[in-house]
């Protein structure tokens, strides 16, 4: 079973921010919180990741709760080549991840 | 271009028939992996590899080996495939055990 839980889908409209919650309450301290996303049936692409500090990319925002148990991933201006499955995935060295059912995001015009 | 590159990327074979899928990345990275993915399942990890000659078992092992003699290289061998192994499969690398992996195109496996 994945270590997170987020919702099974969720709709943005085009242009608009998009944010996708994240449940990791039993992370461990030295777990990242690692996103990538799938679009239909290709290889996963990472998005971004982070340990204890809000982390910033050219993709996207990660917001992390100071007690770690929860996390944000913002796509600040949605297109519609963002409809895909979001992976919200805790982890240390990469040799435990679950990737889990993800959130499936609908960009709509 | 960076990248990793899967073969091939679709099979159709039957019961008992040994294949291998091979997977190889030209980033240098030290880290490899194998997933499948199934319906309502999400990607689960079959085994990993932290560096030449080092493999070690994921999630779902069974019915795989792995072999990891260079270190681009990272195939995936199916000794004698059953058709529960039917499945999407993908490979992925990374620079360092905890960084961003990058994945393969997926190799679509059907057993018959």
């Known amino acids: 079973d994945a270590k997170t839980t987020q919702p099974p889908s969720m709709d943005c409209a085009e242009g608009r921010a998009a944010n996708l919650p994240c449940n990791h309450s039993t992370i461990s301290g030295n777990e990242y919180v690692y996103w990538y996303r799938q679009i239909h049936s290709q290889g996963p692409q990472y998005i971004i990741h982070?340990?204890?500090n809000n982390e910033t990319n050219e993709m996207a925002s990660l917001i992390i709760t100071e007690d770690r148990k929860s996390s944000t991933l913002i796509l600040p201006h949605a297109t519609l080549r963002d409809t895909a499955v979001y992976y919200c995935?805790?982890?240390?060295?990469?040799?435990?991840?679950?990737f889990g059912a993800g959130t499936r995001l609908t960009v709509k015009p | 271009e960076a990248q990793v590159t899967q073969n091939p990327r679709y099979l159709i074979t039957v019961t008992g028939k040994k294949l291998t899928v091979t997977c190889s990345q030209n980033m240098n990275h030290e880290y490899m992996s194998w997933y499948r993915q199934d319906p309502g399942l999400g990607l689960r990890q079959i085994y990993y590899?932290?560096?030449?000659?080092?493999?070690d078992k994921g999630d779902v092992p069974e019915g795989y080996k792995v072999s990891r003699k260079e270190k681009r290289n990272f195939p995936l061998i199916l000794e004698s495939p059953s058709p529960n192994q039917t499945s999407l499969y993908f490979c992925a690398s990374a620079y360092i055990p905890a960084g961003e992996q990058f994945f393969g195109p997926g190799t679509r496996l059907t057993v018959l």
């Open positions: 995935i805790a982890d240390y060295n990469n040799n435990d991840m679950r």
């Open positions: 982070g340990l204890k």
């Open positions: 590899s932290m560096n030449v000659e080092v493999t």
